[in-house]
Nanobody, 127 residues
Framework: QVQLVESGGALAQTGNSLRLSCVAS????????MGWFRQGSGKGREFVAS????????NYADSVKGRFTIRRDNAKNTVYLQMNSLKPEDTAVYYC????????????????????WGQGTQVTVSS
């Protein structure tokens, strides 16, 4: 059983930075693409970023490109999301996700079947 646990969510001011972490347990996820989604209040789930098995490729939503950076440390079974220049519209619950083993980053553009999800961490950006 794979478990993903996010941390790092907090209240931040516009322009500030936060770093989210997602630690996986249960099995190594070195053969899974990993990434982040977010869901704001009253909104649908939105893809944020993904990263392939070896750290590449990386993909970003247009809304965060140039501000957010995703990276992973397979030795620690951890994926990070560095969020800079935060905006109020970044306010959301951020969810970590991992693809089924052997699936690449294209899984994040699919129907998302068979993957693994964390419980979410709240990010609130004040203006």
């Amino acid at each position: 059983q794979v478990q993903l646990v996010e941390s790092g969510g907090a209240l931040a001011q516009t322009g500030n930075s936060l770093r989210l972490s997602c630690v996986a347990s249960g099995r190594t996820l070195s053969t899974s693409a990993m990434g982040w989604f977010r869901q704001g209040s009253g909104k649908g789930r939105e893809f944020v970023a993904s990263i392939g098995w070896s750290g590449a490729p990386t993909n970003y939503a247009d809304s965060v490109k140039g501000r957010f950076t995703i990276r992973r440390d397979n030795a620690k079974n951890t994926v990070y999301l560095q969020m800079n220049s935060l905006k109020p519209e970044d306010t959301a619950v951020y969810y970590c996700a991992a693809s089924p083993s052997g699936y690449g980053s294209t899984w994040f553009r699919s129907d998302l079947q068979g993957g693994y999800w964390g419980q979410g961490t709240q990010v609130t950006v004040s203006s």
